[in-house]
């Protein structure tokens, strides 16, 4: 089993461009969860999804982030323009969607906005 | 808003010493989880819990959720290099949204 993969591992972009974040949730995990690491802040929920749809995304910090997951094995999210403030490391997250089962991590992607 | 708050901050011990952090919340949980990040890696279960006053253990790691369920502690014995990291607790109120805690970090110095 591969887990969850996320690419790109390091992003290191310039203010005001246009961000993809992706991720491959492992095979048969049907919830799919974007979080935001900082130092300050810690582990932020930013959306989650069950069966490909978007069921809360009230953690989107702002209109330039936006997610999509098109099918069961796919999902990005966008930050259109990025800013400095936006650096932080991205994980994604997949699981069989019923009670108590383990979220399952990706490495994260590291992004700097300079 | 503030839900959970895990204590202390911040670890810094020898090897071969015990140790508690502790995770706390004015809320009762359905269920609630602990999971370890090293540096560079996303985090990994530890143990998940769902029942008052429960208590598992996990090798030296011994884990309980309080009774009201609003709490939990996680306690290692003889503590090692390898245990270093960043303990998070994660809970959750319907099994779908997961709300983590701002962590312990973690030291052991050999």
């Known amino acids: 089993d591969a887990g969850v993969i996320q690419s790109p591992r390091h992003e290191v972009t310039e203010m005001g461009q246009e961000v993809t974040l992706r991720c491959k949730p492992i095979s048969g995990h049907n919830s799919l969860f974007w979080y935001r690491q900082t130092m300050m802040r810690g582990l932020e929920l930013l959306i989650y999804?069950?069966?490909?749809?978007?069921?809360?995304d009230s953690g989107m910090p702002e209109d330039r982030f936006s997610a999509k997951m098109p099918n069961a094995s796919f999902s990005t999210l966008k930050i259109q323009p990025s800013e400095p403030r936006d650096s932080a490391v991205y994980f994604c997250?997949?699981?069989?969607?019923?009670?108590?089962?383990?979220?399952?991590f990706g490495q994260g992607t590291r992004l700097t906005v300079v | 808003t503030q839900l959970l708050e895990q204590s202390p901050q911040f670890l810094s011990i020898q090897e071969g010493e015990n140790l508690t952090v502790y995770c706390n919340s004015s809320s009762v949980f359905s269920s609630l989880q602990w999971y370890r990040q090293e540096p560079g890696e996303g985090p990994v279960l530890l143990v998940t819990?769902?029942?008052?006053?429960e208590v598992k253990k996990l090798k030296r790691l011994t884990f309980q959720f309080g009774d009201a369920r609003k709490d939990s502690s996680l306690h290692i014995t003889a503590a090692q290099p390898g245990d270093t990291g960043l303990y998070l607790c994660v809970v959750s109120y319907n099994f779908n949204k997961f709300y983590f805690g701002s962590g312990t970090k973690l030291n052991v110095k050999p």
């Open positions: 819990v769902v029942t008052g006053g």
């Open positions: 997250a997949s699981r069989r969607q019923s009670s108590n089962t383990e979220a399952f």
């Open positions: 999804f069950n069966n490909n749809v978007p069921i809360d």
